[in-house]
């Protein structure tokens, strides 16, 4: 069998010179004690970070009005989660994708999210024991999609006046609607819409907070506070903690990509972003066989500095 | 029973690899090559016990739930551990991969050692990042809103809900770290099975492969 000749990137010579004494398990012990000294010093003098949830009793409460706006947009199919399109619902011409390739499209609707439905009809549902919104429910489900279009382009016209001080002002020919925003907000101020949404689900535990999440992220309010905690998109915030703490700093150069165009300026940004980091993973997992990439350690020649020691001795 | 049965058992079989390949020489040294003297080499043990605090921290935690901490000085003070556990297992596995990187650590037959390590680095980042997601306050709330976009992107958002409190959870406190445990063992064997890369040799000790 042919042998291939010496590749410096990939062959060594194997060590067959001097050995010196090596104590693995003492080694492997000062270091756990080490880093234990060294968390329990960060622990005692930093501590962590842990800002209380938001909830939709808080957001409704803390600004009604940015609440009745989202419900709006959430009953008239005109949010960000009701434009979403898959994994939660079917929106034409939705969904990122890199050249003709919309992974997002290809795996479908599978947590399927009807925002009219699930964040403010399904919730209301729950307190018909209330007269007006019994009757505001029972004269929306009975009306055409035609009367329900009219209603709610009436109330949007109204929208920033109408709703100034209250979320029930009535304007013309709004039909039930300020009733159901109303009544949403209400039901929020009161708790009551965080338990509906958690348990939309059928079963009696949940984990899932998928509902209520989307409709929190839907509003303003909430990325309000995030920005003031300095955790925008456009501050960096996918790696930083709350406070002053070191979040997840080894997210840097996948944060960094969307404040550098092409990314920061296309529609297809996270698309683009995860696809070049997929690439980066790629090159740094399969180095080794990658000629030039795996070249470059050896025309660098850092390595005379970490083994100083060795070449001086040779 | 004959010997050559007992050879061609396959727990025979299996004791005579596991033998040849990993002596205790090999699995337990006294001595290591002259040459394995930087400071360098000190991060690959560092992540190591690093990660040997963040699996104990967080073993703690598990003990009374995910809420626990919320509520309680001493679930606070563990969670603060276990944060810091995983700051400084990152930053001593970052300078580890890049010391091995400029040393060209996959020579010789190691490449498998460096495919492992890597990408232990890369199921590290998601173990840490389902972490922040369980933490069931306002950090984890914003980190699942802004993280569903680039993971749905990507399609994985399809089986992958970051909005699921409790499929994050398992994933961070069983699926992630069984996978990054699995790694992290065979990578050290194979840096016992195949030793610590030798320094980049001179002209004149050229050999064949």
């Known amino acids: ?314 | 029973m004959t010997d050559l049965q007992i050879e061609r058992q396959w727990t025979t079989r299996l004791r005579k690899r596991v033998e040849g390949t990993f002596p205790p020489e090999k699995m337990l040294p006294d001595t290591q090559p002259s040459y394995v003297a930087s400071w360098i080499y000190v991060f690959g043990v560092l992540t190591l016990a690093a990660l040997v605090m963040v699996i104990a921290t967080g073993c703690l935690l598990a003990i009374m739930g995910p809420t626990w901490w919320h509520v309680s000085g001493v679930g606070h003070f563990i969670n603060s551990t276990h944060l810091w556990s995983v700051e400084v297992f990152f930053f001593a596995m970052v300078i580890h991969l890049w010391g091995k990187y400029f040393m060209a650590a996959w020579r010789g037959g190691r490449s498998m050692t460096w495919v492992t390590g890597a990408v232990t680095f890369l199921t590290s980042i998601g173990a840490a990042f389902t972490g922040y997601l369980s933490q069931t306050n306002f950090d984890g709330q914003w980190i699942a809103t802004q993280a569903k976009d680039g993971i749905n992107a990507t399609g994985a958002g399809s089986v992958f809900n970051v909005l699921n409190l409790g499929q994050m959870l398992m994933w961070h406190i069983i699926l992630l770290p069984l996978v990054a445990l699995g790694l992290t063992v065979g990578h050290v064997l194979l840096v016992r099975k195949r030793g610590v890369v030798p320094p980049f040799a001179d002209v004149s000790e050229k050999v064949s492969a």
Request: net charge neutral.
């Open chain 1, 1 to 314: 069998m042919k042998r291939r000749p010496f590749n410096p990137d990939v062959d060594v010579v194997e060590w067959t010179g001097a050995q010196r004494p090596y104590d693995l398990l003492k080694e492997g012990t000062i270091a756990v004690v080490f880093v234990l000294i060294v968390v329990l010093t960060l622990s005692v003098l930093f501590g962590s970070p842990d800002d209380k949830p938001v909830t939709l009793k808080q957001w409704s409460n803390a600004a009604p009005i940015d609440f009745a706006t989202t419900a709006y947009q959430e009953l008239s199919g005109t949010s960000a989660v009701a434009q979403y399109g898959a994994p939660y619902n079917h929106v034409p011409g939705t969904g990122q994708s890199i050249g003709p390739v919309s992974l997002v499209n290809l795996m479908g609707v599978t947590i399927p999210i009807n925002a009219a439905q699930d964040f403010v009809i399904r919730p209301l549902g729950t307190q018909t024991s209330v007269p007006a919104i019994a009757t505001a429910l029972a004269t929306w489900q009975h009306a055409s999609a035609t009367q329900r279009s009219t209603w709610l382009t009436n109330y949007g016209n109204h929208l920033p006046t109408a709703i100034h001080n209250s979320v029930m002002v009535a304007t013309a020919n709004t039909g039930p609607v300020p009733s159901l925003i109303g009544g949403l907000t209400t039901m929020a101020q009161s708790g009551a819409l965080d338990n509906a949404l958690l348990s939309n689900s059928t079963s009696y535990y949940s984990t899932n907070y998928t509902e209520p999440l989307l409709f929190l992220g839907d509003g303003t309010y909430f990325a309000g506070l995030a920005a003031d905690k300095h955790l925008a998109g456009d501050q960096w915030g996918m790696m930083n903690e709350t406070g002053s703490f070191p979040g997840q700093a080894w997210l840097w150069l996948y944060t960094f990509l969307y404040q550098i165009k092409p990314y920061s300026t296309s529609s297809n940004a996270d698309a683009l972003v995860w696809g070049t980091m997929m690439l980066l993973s790629a090159l740094v997992v399969f180095v080794p066989f990658i000629p030039g990439l795996r070249s470059l350690p050896r025309r660098v020649k850092l390595y005379r500095l970490i083994w100083r020691q060795h070449y001086r001795s040779r």
